[in-house]
């Protein structure tokens, strides 16, 4: 079977280059890439140009109008039966798509996802949000792993689909905020197969700051709302955690402004909650620096999420400021 990578890039040149080198050197080589620069202030041209002798590869250059259209136009000049979707920032063992193919053949899919692992080259904060993004006490830890109830909804991070899933469904329908939910959501509506190939993980860098971290956590919020309007039935009250979360810290604020006796009962599941996250990270990655950091990250993830989702909830529910998105 032949393959078609295609990757959007934004402003990433130097995270390209590491990605094509890992696609120089994988140990099947029935593909080709296809690059979409996003409107880049910082175009990646040049570097892409570097692999023309060692790689199949294609460069293409449009405007700034979201992730989704960008991975739509690079499907459109596609090539393979099979497109495979990646961010910029990560990299993979050279088996990767052998990995991929030989699952295929086994048991074919017509849409798959793989696992994000951590980056080899991550600082103590990455770790620490590596660990946010992917424990069972945070986010479930569903991220990159199969679903215990109903469907698996692949993630384009790392994601497959066959040209019969792209000509059926017309790939992305919104640009970002979900775009991927949504287009899994499509994807198991209209009858295909999907699942999860384990082996076939990608290292994907984690955000090396506060304040991308949080804006990452916020737009993920908001993403919930914004496919729920999209996707009616989408919505899961599993999904109103981080929201209860913060409400139940309001509480505690408000409890010890007023010097309430009842501070130390209710503060009880708080402090079990937090000193759990403390120990796993701890033992996670033998590091209490990075157990601190988790338990700081964690609760910045409580509070990004939720401000996303009810930021978003006001605006399309309250203000009524529907969101309009050309196919």
Not at 25 to 43: A, D, L, M, N, W
Request: proline share 3%; aromatic share 14%.
């Amino acid at each position: 079977m032949f393959y078609s990578f295609v990757i959007p890039v934004f402003n990433r040149p130097d995270h390209i280059e590491k990605l094509l080198e890992c696609l120089v050197k994988q140990t099947y080589k029935g593909f080709e890439v296809i690059v979409i620069e996003s409107g880049s202030s910082i175009k990646s041209d040049r570097v892409v140009e570097g692999f023309s002798a060692k790689l199949n590869i294609k460069y293409i250059f449009k405007s700034n109008d979201g992730q989704g259209y960008s991975r739509n136009r690079g499907m459109q000049e596609a090539k393979g039966d099979y497109f495979i979707i990646l961010d910029s920032d990560i990299l993979m063992p050279d088996t990767y798509l052998e990995v991929v193919d030989k699952t295929l053949e086994e048991n074919y899919l017509d849409t798959f996802g793989g696992p994000d692992k951590l980056h080899p080259a991550s600082s103590d904060f990455q770790k620490a949000v590596n660990f946010c993004m992917t424990s069972l006490l945070t986010t479930g830890g569903t991220r990159g792993k199969k679903s215990s109830v109903g469907k698996y909804y692949p993630r384009s991070f790392n994601m497959g689909v066959s040209r019969a899933v792209y000509e059926k469904t017309n790939g992305f329908k919104i640009p970002f905020m979900g775009e991927d939910i949504e287009w899994s959501q499509r994807i198991i509506a209209a009858g295909f197969k999907t699942g999860l190939i384990e082996d076939a993980y990608v290292n994907h860098e984690r955000k090396s700051d506060l304040k991308g971290y949080f804006k990452q956590l916020n737009l993920f919020g908001k993403a919930r709302i914004n496919v729920s309007q999209l996707v009616p039935g989408s919505f899961k009250i599993t999904h109103m955690l981080p929201i209860v979360y913060c409400a139940y810290v309001l509480l505690l604020v408000l409890l010890a402004l007023v010097k309430s006796q009842l501070l130390l009962i209710f503060a009880i599941p708080f402090l079990a909650y937090n000193l759990a996250l403390f120990i796993s990270a701890s033992l996670t990655y033998k590091s209490l620096k990075i157990g601190l950091n988790s338990v700081f990250l964690s609760n910045t993830l409580m509070v990004a999420y939720a401000k996303g989702m009810l930021s978003e909830f006001y605006k399309l529910y309250i203000l009524k400021e529907k969101q309009i998105y050309k196919l």
